[in-house]
């Protein structure tokens, strides 16, 4: 079998400004990088449907799918929160992005694929039950999971979390939820300043201080993650996938590098191996500096397909 590579071009059409850092050439960084490193060839392409309402309705209220399709506009922007906004092509972009998460779970549990990573956009960790937030609209990771528990029957979802900001949405979304652990690293104090009162039994998260880099992280997944992983014993590995923690990206100081990508995913996915058959679907997050954004998408969509060897 073979891993999966999920996208639509609808993405590319969601632009909330010139100058914003949530950008469609966050996209086709990572296309480049694909083509240039050669690990695309070894990929299996599919387009992503749109996410339906019944799909969005495991995470979302059906009132606040209704205002996100109400608010979308005919022309120009409008602006969901300061930093979230929608275009005329925001709403399709933001239901592919959703729905690439549903077909994602479906291609691996059904064992058409053994993997797949969505490189879609909107993002979804910020994205709460009834509240778009930090450039998201909907969740898209909480959409797979809630899809793999209810329409596949899984027991037990973990979720991954490397985005250099904590997935609040995603807590918000699972906190106390006996079917999803939730494993996390992030900057802390930054935004949106949470993950760190009293969470819940089932959210394992490390917050990191500015400047940290390899070897905080490795302490955080050796001393923190692993463990966890391996008491709760996954049926399947979702990935919140944000490259946003590597030190070329100016939006956050964490000090990560390519590399770090590639090893943390290794150590997931050996648990993956262990307890889920290695079924592991990743969902595009953060990631703003193009060049690092490219070179470590590659290095976790290498790990992926197994190319790491």
């Excluded at 299996?44 to 399709?69: C, G, K, M, N, S």
């Excluded at 930093?83 to 992005?97: C, E, F, K, S």
């Excluded at 037990?156 to 106390?176: K, L, P, S, W």
């Excluded at 290695?278 to 500096?289: D, K, N, P, T």
């Amino acid at each position: 079998m073979t891993t999966a590579f999920i996208t639509h071009a609808d993405c590319l059409k969601h632009d909330m400004g010139a100058h914003h850092p949530e950008r469609p050439a966050r996209l086709t960084a990572i296309e480049d990088q694909l083509i240039a490193s050669g690990v695309g060839q070894y990929l299996t392409r599919y387009e992503a449907p749109l996410a339906t309402d019944e799909q969005l309705a495991r995470v979302h209220p059906p009132d606040y799918v209704r205002a996100i399709r109400d608010a979308a506009p005919h022309a120009g922007t409008v602006h969901l929160d300061p930093d979230t906004a929608m275009n005329p092509w925001t709403l399709q972009a933001a239901l592919r992005a959703a729905g690439a998460a549903v077909l994602a779970v479906d291609l691996v549990l059904e064992k058409k694929v053994t993997s797949a990573f969505c490189a879609v956009r909107p993002p979804g960790h910020h994205a709460c039950r009834a509240r778009a937030m930090g450039f998201c609209i909907f969740n898209n990771v909480a959409v797979a999971a809630r899809h793999a528990v209810e329409a596949h029957g899984l027991d037990r979802v973990a979720i991954i979390d490397f985005d250099v900001h904590h997935g609040n949405g995603t807590e918000d979304i699972f906190e106390d939820d006996e079917h999803v652990l939730m494993a996390s690293i992030f900057q802390h104090p930054f935004y949106p300043y949470s993950g760190t009162d009293n969470p819940a039994p089932n959210m394992h998260n490390v917050p990191l201080a500015a400047g940290s880099g390899s070897r905080e992280l490795r302490r955080a997944v050796e001393d923190v993650w692993l463990p966890a992983l391996q008491d709760f014993r996954p049926q399947l590995v979702l990935f919140s996938a944000g490259f946003d923690a590597h030190l070329e990206d100016d939006m956050a100081m964490l000090r990560f590098t390519d590399v770090d990508y590639g090893w943390v995913t290794q150590a997931v996915a050996d648990v993956a191996l262990r307890h889920a058959g290695g079924r592991m679907v990743s969902m595009l997050e953060g990631g703003y500096s193009l060049s690092a954004l490219g070179r470590s998408a590659v290095q976790h969509i290498r790990v992926l397909a197994g190319l790491n060897a």
